[in-house]
């Protein structure tokens, strides 16, 4: 006869939850050539070992000036490019040098290591003598055409990548500022962003100011309305047909204008006189995303480190009507207000007025949709994991309506909802949606809060008296 233990324990682990993608982190597209990846995350300002005065530090420094611990790190999403050129600040015995990586795409194995290229100028120095340098020394290093093309314009030095190659171009010296263009499209940028980092980040930024980019990239964005990984777009214009009465349609320049036209409802956006220097809307995708999801929208941010918009030719702060003509379009600005620099808003936060129907709303529906989807799976993996899973079991299916209603008391609990309508569990369930093994039915309605942005009060004032009332 076999022997039985006294006592029998059998554990079972039940600990696992489902993730789901981030609300409160930033991404911004912009076209470089300093990393491999297309996704790279910063922690602090300290970590970015960039050229200064590339767009992608001064975009991840406008980042920094508003991020707090929840929309952190910030992720640079590298948009692929054409051609780098660099435009030497010409000095007298100083040494110009970068040191040029090389990868092949095809299998992605690097064919040049972190060659250097360098060249010292003499006592004499002309631009054209410095760009022929460095021409010289990449041939002396080795580069060859295959791998990457030099186009001495004798102003400045154009490295374009050669077929099925890859350029990752580091440690320039101070005096080699560089630019980058690109003909990589919205979609190709955003696919590549999602290839390598799908879920890390939900707030799309760019250095990108090419109106036909922006508002292919609102486009893009707004097709990812029904998936697992929603997106919002805010950007940011200097253009001087903002601050004018609009047209209808919007001029071509008008990039606030067209974005209106276009009904986005993922994408915002803000008028800058500085718009392409300090980034203004990458400050405050970084400072909004550093709040609880959701409980932040656009307006006041008066703790938000982006000065008051001026005139882009007068350089006096914007007037009562020209910030009238900006949030008409149903974009904000930055403006000073009895002594507060906030950001003002427009009155018409609906779709039909396009620009987010108050973008607030739609990220606490992003949070209420993919909130009920962890918990929701998170309940039916674990119950398993328990064997006791949800069955159609009114008493068993109410476990996932209750579930799902813990959403929606945090909803009310963090002022996103005054109220709710809770799920319910259908009585009967259709011998199909058994058969098919399909809880359907469930039902809820959540009541926004809306915060509160224009206030209007009336009074009357007059004297109190025995003999007559007023």
Not at 159 to 165: G, P, Q, V, Y
Not at 206 to 229: G, N
Not at 325 to 337: G, H, K, L, M, Q
Request: hydrophobic share 40%.
């Amino acid at each position: 006869m076999p022997y039985f233990p006294s006592v029998s324990v059998n554990v079972k682990e039940a600990t696992g939850i489902a993730s789901v993608a981030s609300l409160s982190r930033v991404a911004i597209f912009t076209p470089h050539a300093f990393t491999r990846e297309f996704s790279t995350p910063y922690y602090d300002i300290t970590d970015v070992t960039l050229p200064k005065d590339s767009d992608a530090y001064k975009a991840l420094q406008a980042g920094f000036k508003g991020a707090g611990s929840r929309s952190l790190p910030i992720y640079l999403a590298r948009v692929a490019v054409d051609d780098a050129i660099l435009t030497p600040v010409v000095e007298n015995s100083k040494e110009y040098s970068f040191k040029l990586t090389v990868l092949n795409t095809t299998d992605m194995s690097t064919i040049h290591d972190a060659v250097e290229v360098s060249f010292t100028s003499d006592t004499d120095a002309t631009v054209a003598e410095i760009t022929a340098g460095l021409e010289l020394a990449a041939t002396a290093a080795g580069i060859t055409a295959s791998d990457v093309v030099f186009t001495d314009n004798s102003t400045d030095l154009e490295i374009t990548e050669a077929a099925d190659r890859q350029m990752i171009i580091s440690e320039l010296t101070d005096n080699l500022p560089i630019t980058f263009t690109t003909s990589t499209t919205a979609a190709q940028a955003f696919e590549d962003l999602m290839s390598e980092n799908p879920d890390q980040w939900y707030r799309a930024t760019s250095t990108i100011r090419d109106t036909a980019w922006v508002t292919a990239m609102a486009t893009v964005i707004e097709a990812t309305e029904s998936s697992d990984t929603p997106k919002i777009f805010r950007t940011s214009s200097a253009a001087p047909e903002t601050i004018i009465a609009q047209t209808d349609p919007s001029n071509s320049a008008d990039i606030l204008g067209l974005l209106e036209d276009g009904n986005y409802r993922r994408t915002t956006s803000e008028w800058h006189d500085q718009s392409s220097e300090i980034f203004p809307e990458i400050t405050h995708e970084c400072y909004v995303g550093s709040f609880v999801e959701g409980t932040k929208g656009s307006a006041f941010n008066q703790n938000m480190s982006v000065p008051a918009a001026r005139h882009p030719v007068l350089g006096r702060l914007l007037t009562k009507a020209e910030a009238g003509y900006i949030t008409d379009r149903n974009a904000t600005v930055r403006f000073t207000e009895f002594g507060l620099t906030i950001t003002k808003t427009g009155k018409d936060g609906t779709s039909a007025r396009g620009q987010g129907q108050w973008i607030q709303n739609v990220v606490i529906g992003d949070w209420t949709k993919l909130t009920m989807i962890q918990r929701g799976l998170t309940l039916l993996t674990q119950a398993d994991n328990a064997a006791d899973p949800i069955t159609f079991a009114q008493s068993s299916a109410s476990r996932m309506s209750d579930t799902l209603n813990s959403v929606l008391s945090d909803g009310v609990n963090l002022g996103l909802f005054t109220g709710f309508e809770p799920v319910t569990i259908p009585e009967s369930f259709s011998f199909a949606s058994q058969a098919q093994r399909t809880l359907e039915g469930l039902e809820f309605k959540a009541y926004l809060a809306g915060a509160v942005h224009f206030v209007i009060v009336d009074g009357v004032l007059t004297y109190q008296a025995d003999d007559v009332a007023v």
